[in-house]
């Protein structure tokens, strides 16, 4: 079966500009979530949606948004971007509790 | 405030030994627990996970024990191999919750 499909794999930003990063879940999988990965912090919580829901979400500000459509494809939207936003953003598709698949991430840099 | 912790950034062992990788946890709410391999630049690949009402679950090369009473697990490879150098992650979930809190990673290195 397909996997996780994230896109896209690479990104640069200038500061102040805003992104938007695509995740495309395992089919039959309506739960997605996002994770953000920098070297200081580790994998960070980001949100959670199910059936176009947001479900849950971690502790960063406001510029971080994201939303699922109605096929369960799901978007996160930075604004605002600063130098700290660089990272490895990742996807993750659940059916069920503890059945988590990652995409291969979007690695973004901002300058 | 980190809920789950790997205190050991780094790990070497020889090939065909024992790898042992640990993780503890301070959150009593947790109740699933998983490890996942990474390389940089790629997504976790899932490896193995254990459920609060176990203690051990077995796939394979790969073993995980759970200590609720010591809110510690542990990972343990027999035999490691060559291919299974990487960055390990611990990560929980509490019930119902599909938000995965991760350790900071154990970078495992087997010499062949």
Same mark, same amino acid.
């Given at each position: 079966?397909?996997?996780?499909?994230?896109?896209?794999?690479?990104?640069?930003?200038?500061?102040?500009?805003?992104?938007?990063?695509?995740?495309?879940?395992?089919?039959?999988?309506?739960?997605?979530?996002?994770?953000?990965?920098?070297?200081?912090?580790?994998?960070?919580?980001?949100?959670?949606?199910?059936?176009?829901?947001?479900?849950?979400?971690?502790?960063?500000?406001?510029?971080?948004?994201?939303?699922?459509?109605?096929?369960?494809?799901?978007?996160?939207?930075?604004?605002?971007?600063?130098?700290?936003?660089?990272?490895?953003?990742?996807?993750?598709?659940?059916?069920?509790?503890?059945?988590?698949?990652?995409?291969?991430?979007?690695?973004?840099?901002?300058? | 405030?980190?809920?789950?912790?790997?205190?050991? #950034?780094?790990?070497?062992?020889?090939?065909?030994? &024992?790898?042992?990788? *640990?993780? @503890?946890?301070?959150?009593?709410? /947790?109740?699933?627990?998983?490890?996942?391999?990474?390389?940089?630049?790629?997504? #976790?690949?899932?490896?193995?996970?254990?459920?609060? &009402?176990?203690?051990? *679950?077995? @796939?394979?090369?790969?073993?995980? /024990?759970?200590?609720?009473?010591?809110?510690?697990?542990?990972?343990?490879?027999? #035999?490691?191999?060559?291919?299974?150098?990487?960055?390990?992650?611990?990560?929980?979930?509490?019930?119902?919750?599909?938000?995965?809190?991760?350790?900071?990673?154990?970078?495992?290195?087997?010499?062949?």
């Amino acid at each position: 079966k397909a996997g996780v499909t994230q896109t896209p794999r690479y990104l640069i930003k200038t500061r102040g500009q805003q992104v938007t990063l695509s995740c495309s879940p395992i089919s039959g999988h309506r739960s997605v979530s996002w994770y953000q990965q920098t070297p200081g912090q580790g994998l960070q919580f980001l949100f959670e949606y199910f059936s176009e829901t947001q479900r849950n979400k971690g502790n960063f500000p406001g510029r971080f948004s994201g939303r699922q459509f109605s096929n369960s494809r799901s978007e996160m939207n930075v604004s605002t971007l600063e130098l700290g936003d660089s990272a490895l953003y990742l996807c993750a598709s659940s059916f069920y509790q503890g059945d988590y698949t990652f995409g291969s991430g979007t690695r973004l840099t901002v300058v | 405030d980190q809920q789950v912790k790997q205190n050991s #950034p780094s790990l070497s062992v020889q090939e065909g030994r &024992i790898s042992i990788l *640990n993780c @503890d946890y301070t959150n009593s709410m /947790f109740d699933y627990f998983l490890w996942y391999k990474k390389y940089p630049a790629e997504g #976790p690949t899932f490896l193995i996970s254990i459920s609060s &009402i176990k203690d051990k *679950n077995e @796939d394979g090369r790969f073993t995980v /024990f759970l200590n609720k009473s010591a809110k510690h697990l542990s990972l343990h490879i027999v #035999p490691s191999q060559p291919g299974d150098s990487a960055v390990y992650f611990c990560a929980a979930s509490a019930v119902s919750n599909y938000k995965l809190t991760f350790g900071k990673g154990t970078l495992l290195t087997v010499n062949p």
